[in-house]
């Protein structure tokens, strides 16, 4: 038994990498890029102080609307959230 699942570690470790070794941009291939501006508000104050662009790349439309304003959440520091997002965008990859 213990053969077996030492000859199965190395096949498994070789396929996650081959399969989390490409990003996301890169697995959507032939898809869509899309473009979001959208407001920095400062949660305390709600008051808006700066504007961010994002960019999202997906399979299909939609999820690229996703992907683009999910890295706009993520550009956030803490303290902020975005608010009132344009979609200014979207292309072919």
Same mark, same amino acid.
């Given at each position: 038994m213990r053969k077996l699942l030492a000859a199965g570690v190395p096949a498994l470790a070789a396929a996650m990498l081959l399969t989390v070794g490409t990003t996301? $941009? =890169? &697995?959507a291939g032939k898809g869509f890029r899309a473009h979001v501006h959208c407001s920095m508000v400062n949660i305390k104050t709600? $008051? &808006? =102080?700066k504007f961010v662009d994002a960019y999202g790349t997906a399979k299909t439309k939609p999820d690229a609307w996703k992907a683009a304003y999910k890295e706009a959440n993520n550009k956030m520091p803490k303290g902020y959230r975005i608010k009132h997002c344009t979609k200014k965008e979207i292309k072919k990859a």
């Open positions: 996301p $941009s =890169e &697995a709600n $008051s &808006a =102080e």
